[in-house]
């Protein structure tokens, strides 16, 4: 199920935006990965691949910019 994503590139590009802090809460508290992809794409949006990469960047397992080339938002300098 894929719904519009609710994110903006400066909440992306904010590491401190709530949004990150309650994906780092969810796995400090042990919350499966499954079901915590399932919780943004319940809450923010997106398909299983984006909510995937939101995961990992907000626990420092990616850089942003691979989830910005997936949203189609990185721009070439």
């Known amino acids: 199920m894929e719904t519009s994503f609710k994110l903006g590139l400066n909440t992306l590009l904010d590491p401190n935006a709530v949004e990150y802090q309650w994906i780092r809460s969810l796995a400090s508290e042990g919350t499966s990965r499954t079901q915590i992809n399932a919780s943004i ?37």
């Open 41 to 77: 794409q319940r809450c923010l949006g997106g398909d299983q691949r984006t909510a995937n990469l939101l995961r990992q960047v907000a626990i420092k397992e990616v850089s942003i910019n691979q989830l910005l080339t997936e949203l189609h938002l990185l721009v070439a300098e």
